[in-house]
């Protein structure tokens, strides 16, 4: 791990962006734990670009879709917790890029392709997935859960070695 240079504002503002992206996915897997109508079918079959057929096919059967739901709500929840709390934070900085790879392929911002499921805006190659995978990569790379998490507990002697 080696010591940390960074100066006081990039701590904070590394620290900060991974307890808020920790935030946003911790909220969307609750949100949708506390929705009992809640499910992914809808959003499964209106995938598109190349990988649509794939997550359709996944929403064709009711079995894998509840199996899809449970990963996806309890990933979210798993994951965003454990950013917020810099626990195991780079595995989950890198289950959170798989997870929003998924969104990404199942929905890409393309020219001339439209969805069912409302936009929160007008996308060409570069949407909120995106912007937040690139993001978690940053988190990844900066381990921040070494300065202000539990990972600076939990590892204590393998950074003082370093």
Known sequence: MGKFNYSIA?????????????????????????????????????????FARFFQSLASNPDIVNIVDFLNIWGLILI??????GLLARPASIAGIVLLALYYLSHPPLLFHSYNMPAEG????????????????IV????????AGLDRIIFRNKIDKN
Not at 80 to 85: D, K, P, T, V, Y
Not at 122 to 137: A, H, P, R, T
Not at 140 to 147: D, K, Q, R
Request: with cysteine; glycine share 8%.
């Open 122 to 137: 007008n996308y060409f190659i570069v949407d909120k997935n995106l912007v937040e995978l690139v993001s978690l990569c």
């Open 80 to 85: 965003g917790s454990a950013l917020i709390l």
């Open 10 to 50: 990039q701590t904070i503002f590394l620290i900060l962006l991974r307890i808020v992206i920790g935030w946003h996915l911790l909220y969307e897997g609750l949100a949708k734990l506390l929705n009992p109508s809640w499910s992914s079918e809808l959003y499964l079959m209106d995938s598109g670009g190349i």
């Open 140 to 147: 990844y790379l900066f381990p921040t859960g070494f300065i």
